[in-house]
Structures are given as structure tokens and as C-alpha cells.
């Protein structure tokens, strides 16, 4: 239902900092609940932070503990953007990125998206 198209990505050493962008189709976007979630290679895939509409143009940010302190997700609702700032990064950090919508209704669980990104790859090096 909802376009999303991921940049940002690519190879940074330890201790680097990345932003993934995430552009949305839609024309209620600020209503959308909004994460990015990531996979590496025989590993489930996590969420890492979640941008939740809990009311008109007030949200609510989430994070795993694995990047928390480190992940900063943000909407910038006039140009239908997610973005997340990676600071801090660690080789374990090293997956593919992918964002994620839900255009209605509440949120029902972690992994409650409807709509994802192809993903942008991030590798941090040692």
C-alpha cells in the first residue's frame, strides 16, 4: 500500500556514524506509524527503533536496547521522511536495514507493519 524507499547506507569503520533515510508515499504520512527494523545473515530480524503516531503530530519513540543510547529515529513530516541517526556504530550492527509502515489503527505487536522498504545495507568494519 505504502512506498518505501530506503538510502543511506554503507560501509563505516567502528565507531562511525551513518542516517538512513526512508521516503513514504502516502498524503497522511504524519499519521503513520514508522520503525526500521534490521536482518544480518542468519540472524531474526529486529526491530531497532519505532516512530508511533499516538495522536496528531505527537508520537512516540522506541528503541531495542541493543542500539538504545546510540539510534536516533526522527520524522520530518513535510517531506514524508523517517530518518535514523546511527552514532557509535559496531560491527554487530552490520545488516540490512529496512523501513516500515502501518497507515492505520494501533500498533498490535513489534513486528505490526504493513509496508517495507527493499533495505539499505550498513557494514561497520573493525
Known amino acids: 500500500q505504502v512506498q518505501l524507499v530506503e538510502s543511506g547506507g554503507g560501509l563505516v569503520q567502528a565507531g562511525g556514524s551513518l542516517r538512513l533515510s526512508c521516503v513514504a508515499s502516502?498524503?497522511?504520512?504524519?499519521?503513520?506509524?514508522m520503525a526500521w527494523f534490521r536482518q544480518a545473515p542468519g540472524k531474526e530480524r529486529e526491530r531497532v527503533a519505532a516512530?508511533?503516531?499516538?495522536?496528531?503530530?505527537?508520537?512516540?519513540?522506541e528503541y531495542a536496547d541493543s542500539v538504545k543510547g546510540r539510534f536516533t529515529i526522527s520524522r520530518d513530516n513535510a517531506k514524508n521522511t523517517v530518518d535514523l541517526r546511527m552514532n557509535s556504530l559496531k560491527p554487530e550492527d552490520t545488516a540490512v536495514y529496512y523501513c516500515?509502515?502501518?497507515?492505520?489503527?494501533?500498533?498490535?505487536?513489534?513486528?505490526?507493519?504493513?509496508?517495507w522498504g527493499q533495505g539499505t545495507q550498513v557494514t561497520v568494519s573493525a
Open positions: 516500515a509502515a502501518k497507515t492505520a489503527g494501533r500498533l498490535l505487536g513489534t513486528n505490526d507493519f504493513e509496508s
Open positions: 502516502g498524503r497522511t504520512f504524519s499519521s503513520y506509524h
Open positions: 516512530h508511533t503516531c499516538i495522536g496528531t503530530n505527537t508520537y512516540y519513540a
